[in-house]
């Protein structure tokens, strides 16, 4: 099975900050990885598919990169609704999730 | 509206057994490969299986592989989840999820596009 493994686990940053989160695949997931936002009590939503795009109603300041084995999310401006709990996962075989990013209000 | 609605969650003792359910609603059911997610207290995400729209591939990950049943009953817009021989370690809030393909960008992939509110599986003597 594909481990996926992010960094850092917990994160905290201030209203305005770029933030940047990773992602490392155990192998080559090429392009198959998502990135999904989640809040207290919610289901995920996904922000970023197929690495870099961007799913609609998405806003612009989140943006995604890398291929192969090595990802990343970043927020440009962080704003007070971003402080959640953020998750990678690829669907290159089967489906699995990085372990969580938790990003908090400094 | 589109929506999908999970139903069957409670407390169980180990050893046990659950029912779950998803009902799908405002889109065309039976064009989407459906997952079930599960999510422990405080801990992350984990899919535990999958179903293709005919039933034909059917995913378990090892955590329930011979214990969980998952079916579809695309008349009835209706995923299903069967959990048998339930353990301490099963306690999670299950999400099903549709897992879409979308093909139209430069790049194509499968993503959970649409979730439930998710519903709370207690194991506990």
């Known amino acids: 099975d594909i481990q996926m493994t992010q960094s850092p686990s917990s994160l905290s940053a201030s209203v305005g900050d770029r933030v940047t989160i990773t992602c490392r695949a155990s192998?080559?997931?090429?392009?198959?990885l998502k990135w999904y936002q989640q809040k207290p009590g919610k289901a995920p939503k996904v922000l970023i598919y197929?690495?870099?795009s961007l799913q609609s109603g998405v806003p612009s300041r989140f943006s995604g990169s890398g291929s192969g084995t090595d990802f990343t999310l970043t927020i440009s401006s962080l704003q007070p609704e971003d402080f959640a709990t953020y998750y990678c996962?690829?669907?290159?075989?089967?489906?699995?999730f990085g372990q969580g990013t938790k990003l908090e209000i400094k | 509206q589109v929506q999908l609605v999970e139903s069957g969650g409670g407390l169980v003792k180990p050893g046990g057994s659950l029912r779950l359910s998803c009902a799908g609603s405002?889109?065309?059911?039976?064009?989407?490969?459906m997952s079930w997610i599960r999510q422990a207290p405080g801990k992350g995400l984990e899919c535990i299986s999958y179903?293709?729209?005919?039933?034909?591939?059917?995913y378990y990950a090892d955590s329930v592989k011979g214990r969980f049943t998952i079916s579809r009953d695309n008349a009835k817009n209706s995923l299903n989840l069967q959990m048998n021989s339930l353990r301490a370690e099963d306690t999670a809030v299950y999400y099903c999820?549709?897992?879409?393909?979308?093909?139209?960008?430069?790049?194509?992939?499968?993503?959970?596009?649409?979730w439930g509110r998710g519903t709370l599986v207690t194991v506990s003597s």
């Open positions: 999820a549709r897992d879409y393909y979308d093909s139209s960008g430069p790049s194509s992939d499968w993503y959970f596009d649409l």
């Open positions: 405002g889109f065309t059911f039976s064009d989407y490969y």
């Open positions: 179903i293709s729209s005919s039933s034909g591939t059917i």
């Open positions: 192998q080559s997931i090429s392009s198959y």
């Open positions: 197929a690495a870099s």
């Open positions: 996962q690829q669907s290159y075989t089967r489906r699995s």
